[in-house]
């Protein structure tokens, strides 16, 4: 069945960087665009980012524009977010979502489990 | 602050049928974007609940339904049970912010 798998969270100092994993399964994952949701303790969820199937078209938040990077390794079916210059209110869970068939915008039909990154000295 | 308005909170009794809304705007719902819902159960992951307005994945019970309208859409909850007492968050695109974007996110409480 379609799975996603986060991995690569942890705690790091501010002003640090940190690069998160999505290992995804069950279906084919260069036919399809993914995004990044986080959302921080007790709050709601925010966009974060959106990647195309072949990693030519990336959007960004304006919270995370220029710090944060997303990727695709389509050969190895992984999705990648590079976290630089990270600041206390980056701390969140970090979801992995899949951009679905139908929709204007496509809905986010498959999400991972989440990986959880904490910003602390 | 997210574009998309919800309530913070609705409760009902076992069985009853509630409804709450996702308000937005012409740069969003209102410019005909679809608005899709999800469920987050405490503790874990968000799921597609609804998907463009009103339709439902495979496996979503039919007591779960949706509608749009002008510049806000609402889920609806018939009968409603126990294992509803969750997180449900509205999300749409806006096209002034070019941004994915969540409303604030409804939390349901069965009573």
């Known amino acids: 069945q379609v799975q996603l798998v986060e991995s690569g969270g942890g705690v790091v100092q501010p002003g640090r960087s940190l690069r998160l994993s999505c290992a995804a399964s069950?279906?084919?994952?260069?036919?399809?665009?993914m995004h990044w949701v986080r959302q921080a303790p007790g709050k709601g969820l925010e966009w974060m980012t959106m990647?195309?199937?072949?990693?030519?078209?990336?959007d960004y938040a304006d919270s995370v524009k220029g710090r944060f990077t997303i990727s695709r390794d389509n050969s190895q079916n992984t999705l990648y977010l590079q976290l630089n210059s990270l600041r206390a209110e980056d701390t969140a869970i970090y979801y992995c979502?899949?951009?679905?068939?139908?929709?204007?915008?496509?809905?986010?039909?498959?999400w991972g489990q989440g990986t959880l990154v904490s910003v602390s000295s | 602050q997210s574009v998309l308005t919800q309530p913070p909170s609705v409760s009902g009794a076992p069985g009853q049928r509630i409804t709450f809304s996702c308000t937005g705007s012409?740069?969003?719902?209102?410019?005909?974007?679809?608005v899709h819902w999800y469920q987050q159960l405490p503790g874990t992951a968000p799921k597609l609940l609804i998907y463009?307005?009103?339709d439902r994945p495979s496996g979503v019970p039919d007591r779960f339904s949706g509608s749009k309208s002008g510049t806000s859409a609402s889920l609806v909850i018939t009968g409603l049970q126990a294992e509803d007492e969750a997180d449900y968050y509205c999300?749409?695109?806006?096209?002034?912010?070019?941004?994915?974007?969540f409303g604030h996110g409804t939390k349901v409480t069965v009573l």
């Open positions: 990647i195309s199937y072949d990693g030519n078209n990336k």
């Open positions: 012409n740069s969003n719902i209102g410019a005909g974007l679809d």
């Open positions: 999300q749409s695109y806006d096209i002034s912010l070019s941004a994915y974007v």
């Open positions: 463009r307005n009103n």
């Open positions: 069950g279906f084919t994952f260069s036919g399809y665009s």
């Open positions: 979502a899949r951009d679905g068939d139908y929709g204007d915008p496509r809905p986010l039909d498959c």
